[in-house]
């Protein structure tokens, strides 16, 4: 069973940066497929990034969140700077059952595995 713990979520002011990390076990190369998603309050889970072969990213979040991996630390990270009050949600990693060497994903049913969420707030 693959597990993922997030971990980095905070309270940030407006501009600022924060990097959240996800941890992945159980399986090997569980970090390569990986995603960020984040539901604000009151609205529906969005994705947010996702690593595979290459990188995507929202167009809300493009040119200020970086995601990246470690794979040797089996971790997928979420560098996010200039934060603003609309990024205010709460941030899950997400994984697949079999790993694609060949394809990233954005929609959210093309994972599995799910961390428990760590929650951002970026104040005025």
């Known amino acids: 069973q693959v597990q993922l713990v997030e971990s980095g979520g905070a309270l940030v002011q407006a501009g600022g940066s924060l990097r959240l990390s996800c941890t992945a076990s159980g399986r090997t190369f569980s970090n390569y497929n990986m995603g960020w998603f984040r539901q604000p309050p009151g609205k529906e889970r969005e994705f947010v990034a996702a690593i595979g072969p290459s990188t995507l990213y929202a167009d809300s979040v493009k040119g200020r969140f970086t995601i990246s991996r470690d794979m040797a630390k089996n971790t997928v990270y979420l560098q996010m700077n200039s934060l603003k009050p609309e990024d205010t949600a709460v941030y899950y990693c997400?994984?697949?059952?079999?790993?694609?060497?060949?394809?990233?994903?954005?929609?959210?049913?093309?994972?599995?595995?799910w961390g428990q969420g760590t929650q951002v707030t970026v104040s005025s």
């Open positions: 997400a994984t697949r059952a079999v790993t694609n060497w060949n394809s990233v994903y954005r929609a959210l049913n093309a994972y599995d595995y």
